[in-house]
């Protein structure tokens, strides 16, 4: 499963985090996941409650922050959420749209002790 290395690779970054703080404990785990980073927040729970238990993570709590897909049109300047994949400006319908959210896929807040 996609899903399972993506979490694997955010606990290591979170565990390596945690021990240049020499900390023992991961509490909190941010997470921000746009609309189209091609990851489901649902799997990636799942995952995470599997794949924490031997980990310094066992005891964390992942918070998931849902980013919104937003373009900018290059024509008008205009910025908006784009809906069902529909790259069209909805000020002047131009169709040269800059991406400016929608694809992170990153740690955002970790919380160790
Ligand atoms: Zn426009």
Redesign the pocket.
Known sequence: MHELSIVQNILDIAESEARKNNATRIIKIGLKIGEMSGVVADSINFCFETLKTNTIARDAELLIDHVPLMGR?K????DFRIKDYQFI?E????NEIELISGKELQIEELEVE
């Open positions: 049109c024509q008008c300047g205009a400006c000020k002047c319908n131009g």
